[in-house]
Protein backbone atom coordinates (compact mmCIF):
# COMPACT_ATOMS: atom_id res chain seq x y z
CA UNK A 1 0.00 0.00 0.00
CA UNK A 2 1.52 3.26 -0.95
CA UNK A 3 0.52 6.25 1.14
CA UNK A 4 1.37 9.81 0.62
CA UNK A 5 1.29 11.42 4.27
CA UNK A 6 0.64 15.35 4.40
CA UNK A 7 1.97 17.39 7.33
CA UNK A 8 0.71 21.51 7.24
CA UNK A 9 -0.51 21.88 11.30
CA UNK A 10 2.94 23.76 11.79
CA UNK A 11 4.97 26.45 10.00
CA UNK A 12 6.91 23.43 8.47
CA UNK A 13 5.15 22.15 5.22
CA UNK A 14 5.91 18.13 5.02
CA UNK A 15 4.79 16.10 2.35
CA UNK A 16 5.98 11.88 2.05
CA UNK A 17 5.34 8.86 0.06
CA UNK A 18 6.03 5.65 2.05
CA UNK A 19 5.19 2.09 0.99
CA UNK A 20 3.30 0.52 3.85
CA UNK A 21 6.47 1.52 7.08
CA UNK A 22 9.05 2.06 4.23
CA UNK A 23 9.66 5.94 3.27
CA UNK A 24 10.30 5.91 -0.36
CA UNK A 25 10.86 9.81 -0.58
CA UNK A 26 10.25 12.76 1.49
CA UNK A 27 10.55 16.75 1.80
CA UNK A 28 9.86 19.41 4.20
CA UNK A 29 10.08 23.07 3.75
CA UNK A 30 10.07 26.05 6.64
CA UNK A 31 7.60 27.77 5.23
CA UNK A 32 5.97 30.27 7.76
CA UNK A 33 2.56 31.46 5.65
CA UNK A 34 2.85 30.36 2.42
CA UNK A 35 1.54 26.79 3.02
CA UNK A 36 -1.14 26.99 0.21
CA UNK A 37 1.38 28.24 -2.31
CA UNK A 38 4.09 25.28 -1.91
CA UNK A 39 2.06 21.89 -0.60
CA UNK A 40 0.56 21.01 -4.46
CA UNK A 41 4.16 22.10 -5.82
CA UNK A 42 5.86 19.77 -3.06
CA UNK A 43 3.65 16.74 -3.87
CA UNK A 44 4.30 17.28 -7.25
CA UNK A 45 8.08 17.13 -6.39
CA UNK A 46 7.96 13.73 -4.07
CA UNK A 47 5.47 11.99 -6.53
CA UNK A 48 8.59 12.34 -9.46
CA UNK A 49 11.29 11.75 -7.60
CA UNK A 50 9.52 8.29 -6.43
CA UNK A 51 8.52 7.88 -10.13
CA UNK A 52 5.11 7.88 -9.47
CA UNK A 53 1.57 9.97 -10.18
CA UNK A 54 -0.67 11.08 -7.94
CA UNK A 55 -3.10 8.06 -9.72
CA UNK A 56 -0.28 5.68 -8.05
CA UNK A 57 -1.58 6.58 -4.50
CA UNK A 58 -3.45 3.85 -2.78
CA UNK A 59 -4.36 5.69 0.24
CA UNK A 60 -3.90 9.27 2.16
CA UNK A 61 -2.53 10.67 5.77
CA UNK A 62 -2.78 13.70 7.02
CA UNK A 63 -1.89 15.40 10.66
CA UNK A 64 -5.23 16.82 11.82
CA UNK A 65 -3.96 19.29 14.13
CA UNK A 66 -3.98 20.67 16.72
CA UNK A 67 -1.64 23.26 15.39
CA UNK A 68 -2.04 26.43 13.28
CA UNK A 69 -5.73 26.93 12.25
CA UNK A 70 -5.13 28.35 8.67
CA UNK A 71 -2.29 26.44 7.51
CA UNK A 72 -3.77 22.90 9.04
CA UNK A 73 -6.72 23.58 6.71
CA UNK A 74 -4.53 23.66 3.72
CA UNK A 75 -3.42 20.29 4.14
CA UNK A 76 -6.80 18.77 5.50
CA UNK A 77 -8.54 20.41 2.41
CA UNK A 78 -5.95 19.11 -0.35
CA UNK A 79 -5.44 15.48 1.26
CA UNK A 80 -9.65 15.19 1.68
CA UNK A 81 -10.07 16.64 -2.58
CA UNK A 82 -7.25 13.87 -3.67
CA UNK A 83 -9.17 11.19 -1.73
CA UNK A 84 -12.23 12.21 -2.69
CA UNK A 85 -11.22 12.49 -6.43
CA UNK A 86 -9.34 9.24 -6.64
CA UNK A 87 -12.01 8.05 -4.50
CA UNK A 88 -9.64 6.67 -2.38
CA UNK A 89 -9.43 6.41 1.82
CA UNK A 90 -8.08 8.83 4.31
CA UNK A 91 -6.89 8.60 7.39
CA UNK A 92 -6.44 11.58 9.69
CA UNK A 93 -3.61 11.57 12.13
CA UNK A 94 -3.05 13.48 15.29
CA UNK A 95 0.01 16.17 14.93
CA UNK A 96 1.29 15.19 17.84
CA UNK A 97 1.10 11.59 17.97
CA UNK A 98 3.10 12.21 14.69
CA UNK A 99 5.69 14.22 16.60
CA UNK A 100 5.92 11.41 19.29
CA UNK A 101 6.67 9.16 16.74
CA UNK A 102 9.78 10.62 16.01
CA UNK A 103 10.98 9.82 19.16
CA UNK A 104 10.72 5.85 19.15
CA UNK A 105 13.10 3.76 21.26
CA UNK A 106 13.49 7.00 23.47
CA UNK A 107 13.51 5.87 27.29
CA UNK A 108 11.24 7.79 30.22
CA UNK A 109 8.44 9.93 29.55
CA UNK A 110 7.79 11.90 26.03
CA UNK A 111 6.11 15.25 25.91
CA UNK A 112 5.51 17.25 22.62
CA UNK A 113 4.84 21.11 22.76
CA UNK A 114 3.57 22.86 19.86
CA UNK A 115 2.71 26.39 20.39
CA UNK A 116 -0.96 27.74 20.30
CA UNK A 117 -0.89 31.68 20.89
CA UNK A 118 -2.30 33.21 23.54
CA UNK A 119 0.50 32.64 25.71
CA UNK A 120 -0.70 28.40 25.07
CA UNK A 121 1.00 25.28 23.73
CA UNK A 122 -0.77 22.33 22.80
CA UNK A 123 0.64 19.16 24.32
CA UNK A 124 0.28 15.31 25.28
CA UNK A 125 2.66 12.80 27.02
CA UNK A 126 3.87 9.15 25.57
CA UNK A 127 5.61 6.99 26.82
CA UNK A 128 7.92 4.70 24.09
CA UNK A 129 7.06 1.00 23.33
CA UNK A 130 7.86 -2.41 22.10
CA UNK A 131 4.98 -1.42 19.20
CA UNK A 132 5.72 2.24 19.00
CA UNK A 133 4.18 4.43 21.13
CA UNK A 134 1.58 4.69 24.06
CA UNK A 135 -0.49 7.88 24.60
CA UNK A 136 -0.49 8.25 28.24
CA UNK A 137 -2.84 11.84 28.61
CA UNK A 138 -5.56 13.65 26.38
CA UNK A 139 -4.41 16.37 23.86
CA UNK A 140 -4.40 19.64 26.36
CA UNK A 141 -3.76 23.38 25.68
CA UNK A 142 -1.90 25.29 28.46
CA UNK A 143 0.36 27.73 29.63
CA UNK A 144 3.79 26.51 29.37
CA UNK A 145 4.87 28.17 32.58
CA UNK A 146 1.72 26.55 34.70
CA UNK A 147 2.77 23.30 32.73
CA UNK A 148 6.49 23.57 33.71
CA UNK A 149 4.76 24.32 37.44
CA UNK A 150 2.74 21.00 37.56
CA UNK A 151 5.55 18.50 36.29
CA UNK A 152 7.86 20.01 39.14
CA UNK A 153 5.33 19.33 41.69
CA UNK A 154 4.52 16.05 40.23
CA UNK A 155 7.34 14.54 38.15
CA UNK A 156 10.11 12.52 39.28
CA UNK A 157 10.91 10.86 35.81
CA UNK A 158 13.59 11.71 32.89
CA UNK A 159 11.04 14.19 30.74
CA UNK A 160 12.23 14.41 26.63
CA UNK A 161 10.10 17.17 25.37
CA UNK A 162 10.06 17.24 21.26
CA UNK A 163 8.41 20.12 19.38
CA UNK A 164 8.90 23.84 18.19
CA UNK A 165 7.07 25.21 21.80
CA UNK A 166 9.63 22.60 23.88
CA UNK A 167 12.27 24.67 21.93
CA UNK A 168 10.86 27.84 22.72
CA UNK A 169 10.05 27.88 26.34
CA UNK A 170 12.93 25.67 27.11
CA UNK A 171 14.20 28.12 29.49
CA UNK A 172 10.94 27.84 31.58
CA UNK A 173 11.22 23.56 31.55
CA UNK A 174 14.98 23.90 32.06
CA UNK A 175 14.42 26.38 34.99
CA UNK A 176 11.55 24.10 36.64
CA UNK A 177 12.40 20.94 36.25
CA UNK A 178 16.50 20.68 36.02
CA UNK A 179 18.38 17.71 34.72
CA UNK A 180 15.56 15.89 34.88
CA UNK A 181 14.31 17.77 31.41
CA UNK A 182 15.82 16.98 27.97
CA UNK A 183 15.33 18.77 24.87
CA UNK A 184 14.93 16.38 21.75
CA UNK A 185 17.21 16.86 19.07
CA UNK A 186 16.65 19.31 16.63
CA UNK A 187 16.10 17.32 13.40
CA UNK A 188 12.86 15.37 15.81
CA UNK A 189 11.45 19.21 16.85
CA UNK A 190 9.30 18.90 13.95
CA UNK A 191 6.41 16.35 13.08
CA UNK A 192 7.04 14.88 9.73
CA UNK A 193 5.06 13.48 7.08
CA UNK A 194 6.59 10.28 7.03
CA UNK A 195 5.10 9.63 10.25
CA UNK A 196 2.18 10.60 9.38
CA UNK A 197 1.82 8.46 6.75
CA UNK A 198 3.34 5.37 8.86
CA UNK A 199 0.80 6.05 11.82
CA UNK A 200 -1.90 6.48 8.80
CA UNK A 201 -0.47 3.05 7.60
CA UNK A 202 -1.47 1.48 10.75
CA UNK A 203 -5.16 3.08 11.19
CA UNK A 204 -5.68 1.92 7.60
CA UNK A 205 -5.16 -1.65 8.49
CA UNK A 206 -6.94 -1.47 11.42
CA UNK A 207 -9.82 0.83 10.57
CA UNK A 208 -9.99 1.27 6.82
CA UNK A 209 -9.49 4.85 7.05
CA UNK A 210 -12.28 7.40 6.49
CA UNK A 211 -14.57 8.75 3.62
CA UNK A 212 -13.10 12.03 2.89
CA UNK A 213 -16.09 14.04 4.70
CA UNK A 214 -15.70 12.33 7.85
CA UNK A 215 -11.60 13.55 8.63
CA UNK A 216 -11.83 16.93 10.36
CA UNK A 217 -9.71 19.00 12.66
CA UNK A 218 -8.62 18.43 15.74
CA UNK A 219 -8.45 21.77 17.16
CA UNK A 220 -8.46 20.91 21.21
CA UNK A 221 -9.50 24.71 21.35
CA UNK A 222 -11.47 26.92 19.10
CA UNK A 223 -10.31 28.59 16.51
CA UNK A 224 -9.88 32.80 18.16
CA UNK A 225 -13.03 33.75 15.78
CA UNK A 226 -14.87 31.61 17.68
CA UNK A 227 -14.11 32.40 20.96
CA UNK A 228 -14.53 36.29 20.39
Known amino acids: MRILGIETSTPVVSVAVCEEQQVLGEA ?41 FTSLRVGLATAKAFAHALVKPLAGVPTLDALAWGLRGISGLICTVLEARRDEVYTCFYVSTDDGMRRLSDYMAINPLKLAIRLQDNLTARLTFTGEGAQTYWDIFREKLGERAVLAEPVQLWPRAAMVAKLGYRDLLANGGKHPGAVGALYVKSPAIRQK
Open 28 to 68: SFNTRQAHMERLLPMIDYVLKGCGMTIGDVDAFAVSVGPGS
